[in-house]
């Protein structure tokens, strides 16, 4: 174990003492380093908080208060009304929605009408819009997505996400003036999330073949996609001069896609936590900020423990990288034939002999915010005592996917 392993895990110990486990934790000194980091390699541009990867109002507010933040990303309709109607004065929802109830309290509330911007990537979610809105007259804030993926062989091979069907700039122009035509819509910003650079790391341990690949194609996936970005703002900026804003990046490439002159804010949530997919950037190096305690309640012989659930995947393609990682004590792995179980899981290795019944041992979330969908509070470390404990999203009884 390092030193400074060994000293975060004895803090962590001391901090929680007094409370019984399954736990989760914020360790605050380093959610501040890691917030001072995105400020950082942002550059000067604002850094949008994705609030999927935070989950938990008290630390969007402590994020936001900070210099260099600006505005969330919402992940629903639902959840952009309610943080709206909670104080927050500029969400935009990043995935389009066909919540019908939540149009019509948008629609009819000037006041989350001026808070809260939608994404569209197609007219017939406009019109979905219209026939949701009940009577509501507001005009409705509109985001337009451009398809980042990179095509190469002539569109036969896609690297990227699924997202938006607008990729050409003429594409996305024409859906501006569409808007613009329709009574009721103003369009006010454009997105690009560039997954395929943000969200993949480029140093795969053991791997250096496959580094070297995902390195290759990321620089690829850049060099294309700046040039077609900045293309797109200026078809979109023709159709709509005083557009507000463009929003690009992810935690993964917070300074590559700052250096873009047509990008004029950066999204970025998980670079606030570091779960554990970000461990593999070549780009930055965060501090694990969000971890979550397992008490150990049998020792079913030499080399095993046992702790109390932990059956906590990622979304994403299945796989050993969805899940959580035993991390303080180091070396612990899980039994191959279990896995991380429903009810509890073995975790094996020569640090299990150290532990004891009641002991803790803790992990990191594969990904950010969904750690908070298992946990209600959040215990809120600074130094080695617990200085608040806050509710999750799903500890003030929002549940929104």
Known sequence: MTAAAGGDRARYDRATAHL????AVVDLDAFDANADDLV?????????????????RALLERVLARPGFAGIMAYTLAESVWLARSGFEDVLLAYPSADRAGFAELAGDPKLAAAVTVMVDDPAQLELIDRSRGGGTQEIRVCLELDTALHL??????IGARRSPLREPAQLAA???AVAARPGFRV??????????AGVGDALAGRPLRSRAVRLMQAAARRELSARRAEAVRAVRAVVPDLEFVNGGGTGS???TAAEDAVTEIAAGSGLYVPRLFDNYTSFRGRPAALFALPVVRRPGVGVVTVLGGGYPASGAAGRDRLPEPYLPPGLRYDPQEGA??????LLGAPADDLLIGDR???RHAKAGELCERFDALHLVEGDRVTAVVPTYRGEGRTFL
């Open 254 to 256: 917070v300074q590559q």
């Open 361 to 363: 041992v803790w992990f």
């Open 341 to 346: 179980g429903e009810v509890q899981t073995p």
């Open 188 to 197: 006010v910003g454009l997105m690009g999330y560039e997954g395929h650079v």
């Open 40 to 56: 950082r390699r942002a550059a000067g541009k604002p850094v949008r908080v994705a609030s999927k990867s935070v989950r938990c």
């Open 175 to 177: 859906l501006a003036r």
């Open 20 to 23: 019984d486990a399954p736990l």
């Open 153 to 158: 062989l002539g569109g036969l091979v896609r």
